[in-house]
């Protein structure tokens, strides 16, 4: 779509996958979030997906420029969220949650669509972990319960 991608992550050794699902420039989380959270930072990024939460979510709203929007689809950071009104009303930012429990099958349908086609990248194969079947599933799940899995695991019936 021509935008210029950065992903953070806590992991230097995840920067070569994340450049290969699509990042232009890898960000440590200290380049995102450095201990303080100010209520107006420099306008860094026109959009956010945040899967964390708490005071990294915070940051990165405080970061956006202005009419952006940040989605937030996790809170493995915790689920308080310590910011002020000011990227709200002085840069019209917005904070879209993301509903994945009550979400209307015709909406999850028109997404997975999108997913499928035009938003589909083109080494999504690169990005299966393992493929295991359904008799072996159980052997695989501590796996993604542990948060040792990237990538995709794929169940064949």
Known sequence: RGYQNEASTGKATESEYLKNLGANEILSREDVYDGKIKALGKQKWAAAVDSTGGEILASVISQIQYGGAVAAC???AGTKLPTTV????LRGVDLLGV??????METRAKTWERLSTDFKPTNLDDFIQQEVTLQELPDALPTLLEGKARGRIIVKL
Not at 86 to 89: A, G, K, R, S, V
Not at 99 to 104: G, K, L
């Open 99 to 104: 509903d994945s429990v009550y979400c209307p």
């Open 86 to 89: 000011f990227p709200f009303i």
């Open 74 to 76: 996790g809170l493995t």
